[in-house]
């Protein structure tokens, strides 16, 4: 699907859909953060590191994925 | 509230943050509580209630998301997604799973009872309307929220 054809699906998109939508991608995000925190730390990233990429505090991403 | 909760239903709650963490969201909800109060139901209620399975309802909970996620674009199919971490604070309940909660304590009223069962939960999860995610997937499994709702008086 090209981007015209995306920019028109979503103008036409019944919002009960869109909004399911985000929950989804809310979900999927978390998902795929704890996933890939998990990874990173077994391959020997610091903190600080994982909170870099993700745009946050070295304290607030230990305190969400730290043991 | 929570001191009338029968022993199930306590476990039915906790369940429900369960789900919601196996699921990704950091809120619990209204399909999260139907979850939980699926999954302890005594078993010799089982044909008496919804005449669905937790099982069916994660499995349409997740059709849901895929289609949802379709619409927009996104393609999520074979994306590894392990359960979040749970959170140190106290997850809170959203405002429909904070009504659901108050109907079930009305159905207890309504019925005489002294304990809020799991089956109370159902009762007042079957009165949610679209949108909200408990009622979509009651329509999508084809419940029928009259008649599950006889049975589950009825067994009471």
Do not use: C, N, Y
Not at chain 1, 35 to 50: L, P, T
Not at chain 2, 88 to 108: D, I, M, N, Q, Y
Request: hydrophobic content about 45%; proline content about 4%; glycine content about 8%.
């Amino acid at each position: 699907m090209d981007s015209a054809d995306l920019s028109t699906r979503l103008t036409s998109l019944d919002p009960a859909v869109g909004l399911r939508a985000v929950g989804a991608l809310h979900r999927l995000a978390e998902q795929v953060e704890a996933s890939s925190v998990a990874r990173a730390r077994a391959q020997g990233w610091s903190w600080e590191q994982i909170g870099d990429a993700l745009g946050v505090s070295r304290q607030s991403v230990h305190a969400k994925h730290g043991k | 509230m929570f001191e009338q909760f029968a022993g199930e239903t306590r476990a039915a709650v906790s369940d429900a943050l369960e789900e919601a963490r196996l699921r990704g969201d950091r809120r619990i909800g209204t399909e999260h509580l139907l979850l939980g109060a699926l999954s302890h139901q005594p078993a010799a209620a089982a044909g008496t209630g919804l005449g669905v399975d937790a099982g069916a309802v994660r499995d349409a909970l997740r059709e849901l998301d895929t289609e949802a996620l379709t619409a927009v674009g996104v393609d999520a199919r074979g994306v590894d997604r392990p359960p979040i971490p749970a959170s140190r604070k106290r997850t809170p309940f959203t405002s429909s799973a904070k009504s659901v909660l108050g109907g079930a304590l009305a159905e207890v009223r309504r019925e005489g009872a002294r304990r809020i069962t799991p089956a109370h939960l159902l009762i007042a999860l079957l009165e949610t309307k679209e949108p909200d995610p408990a009622a979509d997937v009651l329509t999508r499994l084809g419940v029928d929220r009259a008649a599950a709702r006889e049975r589950l008086r009825r067994a009471a």
